[in-house]
């Protein structure tokens, strides 16, 4: 590395750089749960790396003229971008299933909630008790997954609350 400052013209075959980028890329992708919601991009991104990954560790203590083509900083910098794109992608789908999944739990609240009080006004009780205690409970699941950032997971319960809360 030393020698690389001090000849005029040597730069690293492997920009340390782009390597970290992909690598905060790539926990990224695994925070944004990638391999669930775009398992054949995902799947290609983490093959893409590490092969590169591999070929880069090779290649970490060459030094090359900054004239000569780097084919490896190419392909990382390609990786970067293709992996920069798809979280910005996910973060942005992520967020609509946030939101979708959040205002599916008001609904299904406020609808209960709403139902519950014209039951009581009435003085009727549900014929089944079982049904409120069934919607309560994939309200609470629809809560929990919200709040372990599982939104689709969220809305799937929260939809299935509404489900059961249309048929009483």
Known sequence: MALAGSVSGCVEAVPQDVVHAIEDIDRDLMEL???ELSPHEYAHFSQQWA???????AD?????????PNNLEVALRRLQEEGART??????????????????IAQVENRLQTMSLRVSV???RFQ??????????????AHAHYEQGQYDRSLDASERAAQSLATE
Request: glycine share 0%; no cysteine; hydrophobic share 35%.
């Open 33 to 35: 749960r990638a391999a």
């Open 51 to 57: 092969v590169l990954k591999t070929q880069a560790q």
């Open 60 to 68: 970490e203590d060459v030094i090359r003229w900054t004239w000569e």
């Open 87 to 104: 979280a910005a992608r996910l973060t942005t789908e992520r967020e609509s299933i946030r939101r979708s999944a959040e205002e599916k």
């Open 122 to 124: 009435v003085d009727n």
């Open 128 to 141: 089944s008790r079982q049904k409120p205690e069934e919607i309560e409970l994939l309200i609470q699941q």
